[in-house]
């Protein structure tokens, strides 16, 4: 069974540009949630997805961040327009409730702004 | 909302050596505690996770406690072995969906 991936594993862009990052979940799992490292902190949560619904996105930053699950399979994360302060990891997890709790990560995608 | 506190945020052992991380968390609504480990270049993958209606687990050289009075879990890594550096982190959440806060990871380097 494949893993979570995400596409690109690292995109260095400057002030001011658009980054859309992009997560495949597991086949079949409706919970898929992002989250961001940055500096060697803890990792953050954003938002969440419930198949195509946004069940909780308190974590997302600021305008600027746009995340999208249409069709409810793969995710989006679009930064618009991005700022220094947005460097960091961009991990993408997803889960299906049941009786494992478990969210499976993907590689994450390392995103430098300059 | 929930405040996950992680300590020590660097750890050095002896391989054979026993680790221990601590964490703390501080909502009582929390009922689930996973741990992540996450080698250099690598996704997070969980190795171990404990719910609230449960005091102590383990797997082979990995055990997770968890004290719900005092709101604190801690990870048990025994006989370290090299393969056992990577950063650790620990994260609460509740329900079986809910968002995972973390804490903000230790560094485990194990020397031979």
């Known amino acids: 069974e494949a893993g979570v991936t995400q596409f690109p594993s690292h995109s260095v862009i400057e002030k001011g540009q658009t980054v859309t990052l992009r997560c495949d979940p597991i086949s079949g799992h409706d919970n898929l949630y992002w989250y961001r490292r940055v500096m060697g902190k803890e990792i953050k949560f954003l938002l969440h997805f419930v198949k195509e619904s946004k069940q909780d996105e308190s974590g997302m930053p600021n305008n600027r961040f746009l995340a999208e699950r249409t069709g409810g399979t793969y995710s989006t994360l679009k930064v618009q327009p991005a700022e220094l302060e947005d460097s960091g990891v961009y991990f993408c997890?997803?889960?299906?409730?049941?009786?494992?709790?478990?969210?499976?990560f993907g590689p994450g995608t390392r995103l430098t702004v300059t | 909302g929930e405040n996950v506190e992680q300590h020590p945020s660097t750890l050095s052992v002896q391989e054979g050596d026993s680790a221990v991380i601590k964490c703390t968390y501080s909502?009582?609504?929390?009922?689930?505690f996973p741990w992540y480990k996450q080698e250099l270049g690598k996704r997070p993958q969980l190795i171990i996770d404990i719910r609230s209606n449960v005091g102590e687990k383990k797997d082979q050289r990995i055990a997770v406690t968890l004290n719900k009075t005092a709101k604190h879990f801690s990870l048990h890594i025994t006989e370290t072995q090299p393969e056992d550096s990577a950063v650790y982190f620990c994260a609460a959440s509740t329900g079986s969906w809910g968002k995972l806060q973390f804490g903000a990871g230790t560094q485990v380097v194990v020397t031979p």
């Open positions: 997890a997803s889960s299906q409730p049941g009786e494992t709790y478990e969210q499976y």
């Open positions: 909502d009582s609504a929390s009922n689930y």
